[in-house]
């Protein structure tokens, strides 16, 4: 048999693709949360499994980066991919975690509209990385990525007034507008972190074409 000295070809679009769909299923995790109080537990322990799987393919992708002597884009895109989604991952299981941990008995419309939003959001940076991997443009995935990130500020902007127009009238409700507040705000670093996602793509596509 004849031996190859030929470098062997890293999938990268594969594991950034891998790892797409462990931002997606995050997101969608997010939007049972918002549906139904009875399932923060189950909900929030499923999005800390798979956080975890996220945080090992991400070093994995870093691994073999270090290691590529070719790579079907640039190595700082490649990086800059894997980062980004990273962080929305665990921004996303931020926004869960919090959420359990603060019990709520229920759940804010701004909230609701948000994580269906981000889902929205998610799943469309699949979409574009789709179209990265065939060369294809991604005008029309990034529009709507932008509307529904002006909907998101918007929403998160009405949380925020709606909290502080509020008179509480004791301890508890007190704690509760504190307590979304730092919500809200975890909500707001996921969507503009998707949105940063999303121009990454676009940037990588503009210079692939």
């Known amino acids: 048999m004849a031996l190859s000295f030929l470098p062997k070809a890293i999938p990268f679009y594969d594991l950034l693709n891998t790892q797409n769909s462990i931002l ?20 929030c322990k499923t999005v800390t499994l798979i956080e975890a ?16 002597f070719i790579t079907p884009i640039d190595r700082e895109d490649i990086y800059a991919l894997n980062v980004i989604q990273e962080d929305s ?3 996303i299981k931020s926004i869960a975690s919090r959420m359990h941990l603060y019990g709520f008995d229920s ?20 979409e574009m990385l789709c179209s990265l991997e065939g060369k294809k443009q991604v005008d029309k995935s990034i529009n709507t990525i ?4 002006i909907e998101c500020e918007m ?8 909290l502080h127009d509020e008179l509480p009238t004791n301890t508890r409700e ?10 809200y705000d975890r909500f707001e670093m996921a969507f503009v972190r998707i949105d940063d996602l999303a121009d990454v793509i676009e940037h990588v596509v503009l210079k692939n074409a």
């Open 146 to 149: 932008k509307e529904l990130k």
């Open 24 to 43: 997606n299923e995050s997101a969608r995790q997010l939007t049972h949360i918002v549906n139904d109080c009875s399932c923060v537990a189950a909900a």
């Open 155 to 162: 929403l998160f902007s009405t949380g925020l007034a709606e």
């Open 107 to 126: 759940i804010r419309f701004p909230a609701r509209k948000m994580a269906h939003k981000i889902l929205a959001m998610a799943r469309l940076t699949g």
């Open 89 to 91: 991952i665990n921004l």
């Open 174 to 183: 007190i704690i509760d507008i504190m307590r979304w507040t730092q919500v």
């Open 53 to 68: 799987d996220a945080d090992k393919l991400s070093r994995e992708i870093a691994r073999l980066l270090s290691q590529a």
